[in-house]
């Protein structure tokens, strides 16, 4: 009988001894798989291919609210779109289109003057949080940056000294000295379009109008190309001896420019913009620089 006992003693104490070193067992594996994931787990969970978006202390849109400050990269060289002022103050359309958003989003517009060349790169280094300086939309703009609806349609005219009447179209570049603003749609027009439609002409690239202008009056170039809202205040203050000429060779449109991958900041400046032009503030702005309504859409 003690034998039995003692026996079946033995037996209990083995089985409670196995059944403790199991649990400390399953304890110690399920802390291991709350730590870290399995290297077989982590290896077959799928890489993520989209990319990164706005999120938490990333949203861009929030920190532009929280800091009270919009960002505005632009040219300030290019009256009467963004100029300065004789106060020293950067002006003009998109100066005004800026003050106005940054307004809608509850803060202040903060400008940031360079070549228009530096602009994209600027943004694209989150030095800026938009460009506000008629950045032309096109195909290969929106492979680097995001843009919001239009904000202005502008016609581009040939330009040429007003003695000049051997250049009256683009087929008459041949051959000819022709200034173009560097880094601009318009360049990229001239290089990969008219180019090889007309043959070879030399083209030479400025960081501002004004110079281009100056060359063009004294005779150092054969003509430009340009929109005539962005001539006649530089022509009127410096009584250039220019003109254009011949029907508008092409017409562009300007977006507000934004980092890729932005999708709520660049949605609360789509909507600034579009409550803009529905309560007539948009047509206000424009006829005070350019002395007309916007034309009907």
């Known amino acids: 009988m003690l034998k039995k006992t003692k026996s079946s003693l033995i037996l209990s104490l083995s089985v409670i001894l196995l059944l ?3 649990l400390v067992g399953c304890g110690n ?3 291991n798989d709350q730590g870290a994931p399995s290297s077989d787990a982590a290896s077959s969970a799928p890489a993520s291919s989209a990319p990164a978006t706005e999120s938490g202390a990333d949203n861009l849109l929030a920190q532009v609210k929280s800091s009270g400050v919009l960002k505005v990269g632009l040219m300030g060289t290019y009256a009467p779109y963004n100029f300065l002022n004789d106060n020293k103050e950067i002006d003009g359309f998109d100066a005004d289109i800026a003050k106005e958003i940054a ?3 509850g803060v202040k517009a903060e400008f940031a003057a ?3 060349s530096g602009l994209i790169p600027s943004l694209q280094a989150s030095k800026i949080d938009t460009i506000i300086s008629q950045v032309t939309i096109t195909d290969e703009r929106k492979q ?3 843009f919001t609806q239009p904000y202005i349609t502008n016609e581009v005219k040939v330009i040429v000294a007003q003695d000049n009447d051997s250049i009256t179209k683009l087929e008459d570049f041949k051959g000819k000295n022709i200034g173009v603003g560097l880094g601009t749609n318009d360049e990229t027009y001239l290089r990969n379009e008219v180019l090889p439609k007309v043959g070879k002409f030399t083209i030479k690239t400025y960081d501002d109008v004004i110079t281009s202008l100056q060359d063009l009056d004294a005779g150092r170039i054969d003509a430009t190309i340009n929109n005539l809202y962005a001539l006649k205040p530089i022509v009127d203050k410096n009584g250039f001896k220019i003109k ?8 562009d449109q300007a977006g507000v420019a934004v980092r890729k991958n932005n999708p709520e900041f660049l949605a609360a400046l789509d909507q600034a913009l579009t409550d803009m032009k529905a309560d007539k503030t948009y047509d206000t702005i424009f006829k005070k620089w350019f002395g007309e309504a916007p034309a009907a859409k």
Not at 244 to 251: D, L
């Open 103 to 105: 307004k809608r989003l």
């Open 20 to 22: 403790t070193v199991a």
């Open 29 to 31: 594996k399920n802390n």
């Open 114 to 116: 360079q070549d228009f």
């Open 144 to 146: 680097q940056i995001d």
């Open 244 to 251: 254009a000429v011949g029907e508008a060779i092409k017409s």
